[in-house]
């Protein structure tokens, strides 16, 4: 089955920007991409940029709408995700724990919808 952990994190947590525990942390980011890869888990995984590049769409009586930023106003922002493929959800939510982010954010672990082909 394939699951979408949504890593979640306030705006400023975790280490600061450039500092020696930042760097620390990528290499566990790394390990942890890396192990998800050689366990055959891993489909997709990216960072996303952050909240202020973020447009919201919205069409409103046949009317585009655009608006810069993020739909919803919350204290924890979607930072990245990655797209694996493991037998159960018992073995997603193990995965979602091994995450460095869980430490300070939230990995939010949700099942694809398998769609029949067309």
Same mark, same amino acid.
């Given at each position: 089955?394939?699951?979408?952990?949504?890593?979640?994190?306030?705006?400023?947590?975790?280490?600061?920007?450039?500092?020696?525990?930042?760097?620390? /942390?990528?290499?566990?980011w790394?390990?942890?991409? /890396?192990?998800?890869?050689?366990?055959?888990?891993?489909v997709?995984?990216d960072?996303?940029?952050?909240?202020?590049?973020?447009?919201?769409?919205?069409?409103?009586?046949?009317?585009?709408?655009?608006?810069?930023?993020?739909?919803?106003?919350?204290?924890?922002?979607?930072?990245?995700?990655?797209?694996?493929?493991?037998?159960?959800?018992?073995?997603?939510?193990?995965?979602?724990?091994?995450?460095?982010l869980?430490?300070?954010?939230?990995?939010?672990?949700?099942?694809?919808?398998?769609?029949?082909?067309?």
């Open positions: 089955m394939r699951y979408m952990l949504m890593l979640y994190s306030a705006p400023h947590a975790g280490p600061k920007a450039g500092s020696p525990e930042q760097m620390a /942390e990528m290499q566990e790394f390990a942890y991409t /890396e192990a998800l890869a050689q366990a055959g888990a891993l997709a995984g960072p996303l940029q952050g909240i202020e590049t973020a447009t919201t769409v919205q069409v409103r009586n046949q009317e585009t709408l655009t608006t810069d930023g993020p739909f919803a106003e919350t204290k924890e922002i979607l930072g990245g995700y990655y797209l694996i493929d493991v037998e159960n959800l018992d073995d997603a939510i193990s995965w979602g724990s091994k995450c460095p869980a430490r300070y954010g939230s990995v939010e672990v949700r099942p694809i919808m398998e769609l029949p082909p067309r």
